[in-house]
């Protein structure tokens, strides 16, 4: 099920991590070029509006093909011939995406374009043969899902979860598989799923290779999950989707257990990622509280905004600097020493590529004595009458 170029796309991320550690001076100038020498890697585009570039002259380059291909099939007046042509156009994009992997490319910018089309177009063609969101919603998960391990495809994982979150909210507000009212609850459980799912995977050192799809998936269940249950996010959804119709002063049900939420999963968010020096948990913890302080701000203003942008930066800058000034000299735990730690998914590979390439990590020695004595040396010093 794997990418035909697999063991390319694992050397990509075992050279990442070398050249950690070369950054790092765990590993020596000439030991990074030679391994980077002797080890086949992928071609992939680092820089990011490169990448953006290709997928946009990749998408140039399918549009041109359809449209051609579309004067042809305008002839035929008939739905299902649009459904078809779709069909096609989705199995040559699965050819054309084995042929980009096969030929070694990665990360680079068109792939993208191709491998994005084949759950796009796949899933019109569904979607005109069968005129079904449950279909559609369904196909486009599994489909994306599979992309997502084949080609190790990070935007694939993304608009798998999106379609997931889709079908979830599809099952309950149009099938009523539950009363509405638990969709928030419902989603929030499924996030939940998801946290523990990607954390569970990613302890395997066989997946490390999908260390960037488990970060997507794992930044993702925390915003959809704190999303799920913010005051806000719940009442104006219930409004639309729900048509639940709320006076100025009147409240949501279940309101104190998402006003809660709105400000306690941010500091739960906040401080297990000081606990446990969690990047992720701790940005989007700040990024979440201060969503859950607009929240309140826009039902519930008790100051002007002037005065409440000023007592947020005082206190702010006070949180700040005593915290700065507690941690400052600390050489465990949170401090600002240089973080050093080595991706524990791949350091058992990256071992075996160390091994692999014949790096020589040994510091030389001698059996000679650094110093000559005259006559007997160490053992017999001035025997010959002189140092």
Same mark, same amino acid.
């Given at each position: 099920?794997?990418?035909?170029?697999?063991?390319?796309?694992?050397?990509?991320?075992?050279?990442?991590?070398?050249?950690?550690?070369?950054?790092?001076?765990?590993?020596?100038?000439?030991?990074?070029?030679?391994?980077?020498?002797?080890?086949?890697?992928?071609?992939?585009?680092?820089?990011?509006?490169?990448?953006?570039?290709?997928?946009?002259?990749?998408?140039?380059?399918?549009?041109?093909?359809?449209?051609?291909?579309?004067?042809?099939?305008?002839?035929?007046?008939?739905?299902?011939?649009?459904?078809?042509?779709?069909?096609?156009?989705?199995?040559?994009?699965?050819?054309?995406?084995?042929?980009?992997?096969?030929?070694?490319?990665?990360?680079?910018?068109?792939?993208?374009?191709?491998?994005?089309?084949?759950?796009?177009?796949?899933?019109?063609?569904? #979607?005109?043969?069968?005129?079904?969101?449950?279909?559609?919603?369904?196909?486009?998960?599994?489909?994306?899902?599979?992309?997502?391990?084949?080609?190790?495809?990070?935007?694939?994982?993304?608009?798998?979860?999106?379609?997931?979150?889709?079908?979830?909210?599809?099952?309950?507000?149009?099938?009523?598989?539950?009363?509405?009212?638990?969709?928030?609850?419902?989603?929030?459980?499924?996030?939940?799923?998801?946290?523990?799912?990607? /954390?569970?995977?990613?302890?395997?050192?066989?997946?490390?290779?999908?260390?960037?799809?488990? /970060?997507?998936?794992?930044?993702?269940?925390?915003?959809?999950?704190?999303?799920?249950?913010?005051?806000?996010?719940?009442?104006? /959804?219930?409004?639309?989707?729900?048509?639940?119709?709320? @006076?100025?002063?009147?409240?949501?049900?279940?309101?104190? @257990?998402?006003? =809660?939420?709105?400000?306690?999963?941010?500091?739960?968010?906040? =401080?297990?990622?000081?606990?446990?020096?969690?990047?992720?948990?701790?940005?989007? #913890?700040?990024?979440?509280?201060?969503?859950?302080?607009?929240?309140?701000?826009?039902?519930?203003?008790?100051?002007?905004?002037?005065?409440?942008?000023?007592?947020?930066?005082?206190?702010?800058?006070?949180?700040?600097?005593?915290?700065?000034?507690?941690?400052?000299?600390?050489?465990?735990?949170?401090?600002?020493?240089?973080?050093?730690?080595?991706?524990?998914?791949?350091?058992?590979?990256?071992?075996?590529?160390?091994?692999?390439?014949?790096?020589?990590?040994?510091?030389?020695?001698?059996?000679?004595?650094?110093?000559?004595?005259?006559?007997?040396?160490?053992?017999?010093? #001035?025997? #010959?009458?002189?140092?």
């Amino acid at each position: 099920m794997l990418a035909s170029n697999f063991i390319q796309i694992q050397n990509h991320f075992l050279l990442e991590e070398v050249e950690k550690l070369e950054a790092l001076d765990f590993v020596s100038k000439d030991q990074w070029n030679e391994i980077k020498q002797t080890t086949k890697d992928t071609k992939t585009n680092s820089t990011i509006l490169v990448r953006i570039g290709f997928f946009l002259l990749g998408n140039f380059l399918i549009s041109s093909v359809l449209g051609f291909f579309a004067l042809f099939i305008n002839a035929f007046d008939h739905q299902n011939t649009f459904a078809f042509w779709f069909l096609l156009a989705a199995i040559g994009s699965v050819m054309v995406s084995e042929f980009i992997y096969k030929k070694n490319y990665f990360a680079y910018g068109f792939d993208d374009s191709f491998i994005l089309s084949i759950s796009l177009f796949l899933c019109i063609s569904l #979607g005109i043969f069968t005129e079904s969101v449950l279909v559609v919603l369904f196909v486009f998960v599994l489909i994306s899902g599979f992309c997502t391990l084949r080609y190790v495809h990070v935007p694939s994982a993304f608009f798998t979860l999106v379609g997931m979150i889709g079908l979830t909210g599809y099952l309950v507000i149009q099938e009523k598989i539950l009363p509405s009212y638990y969709l928030p609850v419902l989603i929030f459980l499924v996030a939940i799923g998801l946290y523990f799912f990607q /954390l569970k995977l990613s302890k395997k050192i066989s997946n490390f290779i999908y260390t960037n799809v488990f /970060l997507t998936i794992k930044i993702f269940s925390l915003i959809i999950g704190y999303a799920a249950l913010n005051y806000y996010v719940v009442r104006e /959804l219930s409004a639309v989707l729900l048509g639940l119709q709320l @006076l100025p002063n009147e409240e949501i049900p279940l309101a104190a @257990l998402f006003y =809660f939420a709105t400000f306690g999963l941010p500091l739960f968010y906040i =401080f297990y990622g000081l606990n446990n020096r969690d990047r992720s948990f701790f940005w989007i #913890g700040l990024l979440t509280l201060a969503l859950g302080f607009a929240t309140i701000r826009y039902y519930h203003s008790f100051l002007l905004i002037e005065y409440a942008l000023l007592l947020a930066g005082s206190l702010l800058f006070v949180v700040v600097y005593f915290s700065i000034k507690k941690i400052r000299d600390n050489t465990i735990g949170i401090n600002f020493n240089e973080d050093k730690n080595l991706n524990p998914m791949a350091f058992e590979a990256v071992n075996h590529l160390l091994v692999n390439a014949n790096v020589n990590n040994a510091i030389p020695s001698t059996n000679e004595s650094p110093m000559t004595f005259g006559g007997g040396e160490y053992s017999g010093g #001035g025997a #010959g009458g002189s140092f």
